[in-house]
């Protein structure tokens, strides 16, 4: 099966100005996770999707972070303005309902804010 | 709250020998999932092996086996006959009923030739 797809592998912005990252899960995952890796972290739950509703976004700084999943398929994750904090790895995960047989990642996009 | 605590920064093997990674983790929950992932420098994150709380028997996936001390919230990762391929950053997570995954500060491998 095709894995989770990720882009840009790269970004790399100034502070202030804004970045929107693209992922698509496995077909028929109906859950989608986005999560911040800062480094020498681990991943951080940003926002949780069940289908096409948010789960899960406590840890979502929401005054400048915006996310959706429409269609319950495709997701986007969304900076806006970006701060010189925000620069980590932003990885997109998938399940099936519950995930308690585990995730499958995707490769992350690594942002750099300068 | 729920904690994992990974305590070794860095390890380093010799390939071909074994190697045990720590994990910790504070919960009150009963009912619970412990894993391993594996991140290599693709930076994708792979799962290495699950344990379900309920469980006794410590999980094993080839190469890979933990061990699992309930009462003491220990879930430790066992590689045995490593691999140049098992240099990575390895995560614990903790995972239960509704919970986000809760991961650790990771372990950097590396396996020396």
């Known amino acids: 099966e095709a894995g989770v797809a990720q882009s840009p592998r790269y970004k790399i912005i100034e502070k202030r100005q804004s970045v929107a990252f693209w992922c698509n899960p496995i077909s028929g995952h109906a859950t989608l996770y986005w999560y911040q890796q800062i480094l020498g972290q681990g991943p951080k739950l940003l926002i949780q999707f069940q289908n096409n509703g948010v789960v899960d976004d406590s840890q979502l700084p929401k005054d400048r972070f915006s996310a959706e999943r429409l269609k319950g398929v495709d997701s986007t994750l969304k900076i806006q303005p970006a701060k010189l904090e925000d620069s980590a790895v932003y990885l997109c995960?998938?399940?099936?309902?519950?995930?308690?047989?585990?995730?499958?990642f995707g490769s992350g996009t690594r942002l750099t804010v300068v | 709250a729920q904690t994992v605590t990974q305590s070794q920064p860095e390890m380093s093997v010799q390939e071909a020998e074994t190697v045990t990674l720590s994990c910790t983790y504070d919960t009150s929950e009963s009912d619970y999932y412990l894993f391993w992932y594996k991140q290599p420098p693709s930076r994708q994150m792979i799962l290495v092996i699950r344990?379900?709380?309920?469980?006794?028997q410590n999980a094993t996936e080839n190469r890979f086996s933990v061990n699992f001390q309930k009462a003491a919230k220990s879930f430790s990762l066992k590689i045995s006959d490593s691999q140049l391929g098992d240099a990575a950053m390895y995560f614990c997570?903790?995972?239960?009923?509704?919970?986000?995954?809760?991961f650790g500060t990771g372990t950097r491998l590396k396996v020396l030739a």
């Open positions: 997570a903790y995972r239960a009923g509704t919970y986000k995954y809760i």
């Open positions: 995960a998938s399940s099936l309902a519950g995930g308690w047989n585990g995730y499958t």
């Open positions: 344990q379900e709380a309920y469980k006794q």
